[in-house]
Structures are given as structure tokens and as C-alpha cells.
């Protein structure tokens, strides 16, 4: 499993926001592109987003589902990404004074990807999820700071 970890300058409850903010999914998560849909339940257990994975006009319709929620700690998702498959993704949210330590671990669960040797698989996860924590970053910072994306 990859896992990553970064730094932000925001509190876990300021992080949490935009994890429950579904439509926010594609501004931080890499190959996702758009959504078309958020469970209204989101991001309680069971909750689905609806987006697309690809660019135009190759685009391809999928769903993410929450696996486990805990409010400003932890977040387990089942992320599908046909033709690829599906993988289990784990965000942690540890508070460090006013900041927060978060987490992505993921590896695939389902599909094609599995044929991949590991050690394969997490040079691609982990290069995909310091983006994603970056981009998450950006967008956490800044709401802390009072500024909305």
C-alpha cells in the first residue's frame, strides 16, 4: 500500500470540510475531472459521489463510495476507475497544534491494476497522491485563511 503524507496549515476540522464537500472531489483528487452527482448523505457510510475520470472526450463515469466515516479523523473510500478497477483509499487527519498531518494510503483492491507488480503500483499511487495533497493543501490553506477557493 502507498502512502503519503503532508503537512497543512489548517486544523483537521478545516481539512475535514473540504473532504465532506463532495463537489470539491475533483479540484484535489488527480484524474478525477468532474462530478455529476453527490449523495446528499455525503461522506456518511454508504455515500456515493458520481464523477468522471479522463478528459474530454474520453471521459468515463464511475462512483466512489464511503467505506468509513469519522468526522475530522478519518476517511475509507472503495474509489472505482474503470477499466483500471477499484482501490481501497484511507485519509487520516492528525492534529499537530493548530495543523494537521494528513494521510493517503491506497493500493488497488479490484481489476487490472492488481496484475501490476506492486512495487510498480506504489511509485504511480505515490506520485498521484503528493499531487492530491498538494492540491488539498491549497484549497484547506486557504479556506483557514479565510479565503474560499
Do not use: C, F
Not at 30 to 42: C, F, I, K, L
Not at 89 to 100: F, H, P, S, Y
Amino acid at each position: 500500500m502507498s502512502i503519503n503524507t503532508r503537512r497543512m496549515k489548517a486544523t483537521p476540522e478545516q481539512v475535514w470540510d473540504v473532504l465532506a464537500d463532495g463537489w470539491l472531489y475533483p479540484l484535489w483528487v488527480v484524474g478525477a475531472s468532474r462530478m455529476r452527482e453527490v449523495d446528499d448523505s455525503w461522506p456518511a457510510v454508504g455515500a456515493k459521489l458520481h464523477h468522471s475520470v479522463g478528459t474530454w472526450p474520453m471521459l468515463l463515469d464511475d462512483t466512489t463510495e464511503v467505506l468509513e466515516s469519522t468526522p475530522g479523523s478519518t476517511l475509507v473510500l472503495h474509489a472505482r476507475a474503470w477499466p483500471t478497477g477499484a482501490a481501497r483509499v484511507v485519509v487520516r487527519l492528525d492534529a499537530v497544534g493548530t495543523e494537521t498531518d494528513v494521510s493517503i494510503e491506497e493500493d488497488a483492491v479490484s481489476g487490472p491494476a492488481l496484475l501490476m507488480p506492486k512495487p510498480l503500483r506504489d511509485v504511480q499511487l505515490k506520485w498521484r497522491n503528493v499531487e492530491a495533497l498538494r492540491r488539498l493543501a491549497y484549497i484547506a490553506e486557504r479556506r483557514s485563511a479565510g479565503r474560499t477557493p
